[in-house]
């Protein structure tokens, strides 16, 4: 079985010092597989509020302005 390991073996990349450290000046390898594991961002943007509780905020705001309504004839 031949195995790739997306990391570069620290003994024989280029532009590393001891200790793994990268000179000023020089760019670390870049990361193979990164882009390929992140999930797509906009797969599951909300489309912003459903019909059904923009209602019940509607009836709920009605019945409490009817309350204070009632309240201030009732004074």
Do not use: C
């Not at 990164?34 to 009605?62: E, F, H, K, R």
Request: glycine share 12%; aromatic share 6%.
């Amino acid at each position: 079985m031949n195995e790739t390991h997306p990391d570069p073996d620290p003994r024989q990349t280029p532009g590393l010092e001891g200790g793994n450290s990268v000179p000023p000046g020089e760019t670390p390898p870049g990361e193979s597989s990164t882009p390929a594991g992140a999930p797509d961002q906009n797969a599951n943007t909300p489309s912003g509020w459903g019909p059904a509780p923009m209602i019940v905020l509607l009836v709920l705001a009605v019945l409490i302005a009817g309350f204070f309504l009632a309240y201030a004839v009732a004074l």
